[in-house]
């Protein structure tokens, strides 16, 4: 094994709860174990990255939370999504909003949250046609200042890293498995 998860009673708090919870549910702790070896890097993105930014900061929880489950839906983690759709509810996005983020639709949501939507959904991609375009980016600085785009980006690269690496990694299998572009002879 390549990525050899830390035991269950070897892994300091808060970590440790973490895991068991996760145990609990019937999902897959392993990432979290594997993360263990480094608990002060679990401890930025559980503790400073959520904590400090995710559901602090400039920008409303539910706008990062919406951005948070198109990102999910896109990067395919069955784990995920569940997860983040259990916070949306719980932070009062509707079943159908939800449901709406997941198959792309954009409508009914605000100008602002829209404009989120489309830049989470141009960065969970890596298609060069993907990239922000002018009128992207004027969408967003129209409804966001410039420090609110940075935290903006700042949750979207995060979310998206993670999940790309989540994946790429082998620690879940993907819902929407996106084929590998062929090789080049």
């Not at 995710?54 to 990062?64: C, S, T, W």
């Not at 997941?102 to 990239?131: S, W």
Request: aromatic fraction near 10%; glycine fraction near 8%.
């Amino acid at each position: 094994m390549y990525f050899t998860p830390v035991p269950v009673d070897e892994i300091g708090e808060p970590l440790r709860s973490k895991v068991r919870a996760i145990d609990e549910l019937g999902g897959d702790s392993g990432f979290h174990r594997f993360a263990a070896h480094a608990p002060e890097i679990a401890e930025f993105y559980w503790g400073h990255f959520y904590r400090d930014v995710f559901f602090a900061g400039r920008l409303p929880v539910r706008l990062k939370e919406l951005v948070r489950l198109r990102l999910a839906g896109l990067n395919g983690c069955p784990f995920c999504q569940a997860g983040d759709t259990a916070s949306a509810k719980k932070h009062g996005i509707s079943q159908e909003e939800i449901d709406a983020v997941f198959a792309l639709r954009d409508d009914g949501f605000t100008p602002a949250e829209r404009a989120a939507l489309e830049a989470a959904t141009r960065m969970a991609n890596v298609e060069p046609y993907d990239l922000l375009t002018e009128q992207n980016k004027a969408a967003l600085a129209t409804h966001f200042d410039q420090a609110e785009l940075v935290e903006l980006t700042m949750v979207m690269a995060v979310l998206t890293g993670m999940g790309r690496m989540l994946a790429v990694a082998g620690f879940i299998e993907r819902s929407c498995p996106v084929p590998a572009p062929a090789a080049e002879a």
